[in-house]
T-cell receptor, first 108, second 114 residues
Framework: GQSLEQPSEVTAVEGAIVQINCTYQ??????LSWYQQHDGGAPTFLSY????GLEETGRFSSFLSRSDSYGYLLLQELQMKDSASYFC?????????FGDGTTLTVKP | DTGVSQDPRHKITKRGQNVTFRCDPI?????LYWYRQTLGQGPEFLTY????????KSRLLSDRFSAERPKGSFSTLEIQRTEQGDSAMYLC????????????FGPGTRLTVL
């Protein structure tokens, strides 16, 4: 089976940088995805890592270390609108297993 | 609006009744997923289709749950003999089977079982 761990809550101030970690234990692994979900909204895709290293998309970057079963999402230049839940998800042959999410609160 | 639609958006039913939800994915997407999400949890995988074939179904899912995608386009999820524990948001997502598995989620159907 699959299990993922991520912190339940993170708080940061506007303009800061925050890192959300994700560790996983899986029976199969193709890659690690990250999704954002605002209150009352549906999850939206942010990034995907299949290989070790850093992927950068604007203010957001995602990192993966397959040997450590570990990844993180890095959010830079935080804005109030980044307040949301962030989920890591293990991709395995078409099936996605999501973590329980990290609630990010951005304060002015 | 991601292009994935779900109907109805809200459903209130009494325990023991059957309910059916519909999902219309992005037209060129051949993969379709169903998830269940409760407050404070991540989306929980229920099942997924590639075209009309149901490729995997969660072992957590009881026999009361069934899903179909008859022509490889829209999909339905039926819950028979609903229980209060079935109350949740039911999310549908679609994606392409090649490349990054970027899933586009619909707005969800919120089910309340009284």
């Amino acid at each position: 089976g699959q299990s993922l761990e991520q912190p339940s809550e993170v708080t940061a101030v506007e303009g800061a940088i925050v890192q959300i970690n994700c560790t996983y234990q899986t029976s199969g692994f193709y890659g690690l995805s990250w999704y954002q979900q605002h209150d009352g909204g549906a999850p939206t895709f942010l990034s995907y890592n299949a290989l070790d290293g850093l992927e950068e998309t604007g203010r957001f970057s995602s990192f993966l270390s397959r040997s450590d079963s570990y990844g993180y999402l890095l959010l830079q230049e935080l804005q109030m609108k980044d307040s949301a839940s962030y989920f890591c998800a293990v991709e395995d042959a078409g099936k996605s297993t999501f973590g329980d999410g990290t609630t990010l609160t951005v304060k002015p | 609006d991601t292009g994935v639609s779900q109907d109805p958006r809200h459903k209130i039913t009494k325990r023991g009744q059957n309910v059916t939800f519909r999902c219309d994915p992005i037209s060129e997407h051949n993969r379709l997923y169903w998830y269940r999400q409760t407050l404070g949890q991540g989306p929980e995988f229920l099942t997924y289709f590639q075209n009309e074939a149901q490729l995997e179904k969660s072992r957590l899912l009881s026999d009361r749950f069934s899903a179909e995608r008859p022509k490889g386009s829209f999909s339905t999820l039926e819950i028979q003999r609903t229980e209060q524990g079935d109350s949740a948001m039911y999310l549908c997502a679609s994606s392409l089977s090649q490349g990054v598995n970027e899933q586009f989620f619909g707005p969800g159907t919120r089910l309340t079982v009284l």
